[in-house]
Structure formats: structure tokens, C-alpha cells
């Protein structure tokens, strides 16, 4: 692969890693426990309820959180791909298919580029 593709793709990487990051950011905290991983913030709505309606208030919190879990946890796989394929770049394995080894088309990586597959093992 071309050292001018590389320099494209890992700049285009270090970009979506930022908006990854960023839209995690607005519901979860970094766990300083676990790398790479995220925990979702439980939404507070602004208490003045009082009553039946503060009940309300509470599951409406508890149904946003769980709403949340997904989301953090596919934001957080689609972080792991692309530190993963930022590494790649570092130790000259990027774009090389993780299930037959052959090379996968500069098209799929310039539309998906943290694919860990060919498409044709994509598929499978």
C-alpha cells in the first residue's frame, strides 16, 4: 500500500476517532479501570417534581440510561476498529484481512476505513 494511502487513511482514522470520542463524551465518562471502555452517565432531569410526577421523573432517568447502554457499546467497538486499524497502520498490517489474510480493496477501505475483513469475509 502506498505510503501517501496510509498518511490519508490515518488521518482520516484520527478524525473519527475524535468524533467517536466526542459523542461518547456526551453521555459517558472514560472508565479509568478498564481501557477502552465507557460508562454511560445516569441522566439526571431536574428534580422540581414532587409526588406521583417525581416517580415519573425516575423511570423516565432509568428508561434514558438503559436507552444509552447500546449506544455506548457500539460507539465503544466502533473505537476499538479504529484504534486497531491505527496500530495496523504503525506496524505495516493495515488493510490485510484479520479471517484470510489477503489484502482487502483500497475502495472498502477508503469507505470503512477500520474494516478488519475483505468483503468477501464480511459476508461470511
Given at each position: 500500500?502506498?505510503?501517501?494511502?496510509l498518511?490519508?487513511?490515518?488521518?482520516?482514522?484520527?478524525?473519527?476517532?475524535?468524533?467517536?470520542?466526542?459523542?461518547l463524551?456526551?453521555?459517558?465518562?472514560?472508565?479509568k479501570?478498564?481501557?477502552?471502555?465507557?460508562?454511560?452517565k445516569?441522566?439526571?432531569?431536574?428534580?422540581t417534581?414532587?409526588g406521583?410526577?417525581r416517580?415519573?421523573?425516575?423511570?423516565?432517568e432509568?428508561?434514558?440510561?438503559?436507552n444509552?447502554?447500546?449506544?455506548?457499546?457500539?460507539?465503544?467497538?466502533?473505537?476499538?476498529?479504529?484504534?486497531?486499524?491505527?496500530?495496523?497502520?504503525?506496524?505495516?498490517k493495515y488493510g490485510?484481512?484479520?479471517?484470510?489474510?489477503?489484502?482487502?480493496?483500497?475502495?472498502r477501505?477508503?469507505?470503512?476505513?477500520?474494516?478488519?475483513?475483505?468483503?468477501?469475509?464480511?459476508?461470511?
Amino acid at each position: 500500500m502506498k505510503k501517501e494511502f496510509l498518511e490519508q487513511q490515518e488521518k482520516r482514522l484520527k478524525e473519527l476517532k475524535k468524533e467517536v470520542e466526542s459523542q461518547l463524551s456526551q453521555f459517558a465518562t472514560k472508565d479509568k479501570q478498564l481501557k477502552n471502555n465507557w460508562k454511560s452517565k445516569f441522566p439526571e432531569f431536574d428534580g422540581t417534581e414532587t409526588g406521583g410526577s417525581r416517580l415519573e421523573v425516575a423511570q423516565d432517568e432509568v428508561e434514558e440510561y438503559l436507552n444509552r447502554l447500546p449506544v455506548e457499546h457500539i460507539l465503544e467497538l466502533k473505537l476499538k476498529d479504529i484504534n486497531d486499524a491505527l496500530r495496523k497502520i504503525k506496524t505495516g498490517k493495515y488493510g490485510i484481512c484479520e479471517r484470510c489474510g489477503k489484502k482487502i480493496s483500497q475502495d472498502r477501505l477508503k469507505i470503512f476505513p477500520e474494516a478488519r475483513f475483505c468483503l468477501k469475509c464480511q459476508k461470511q
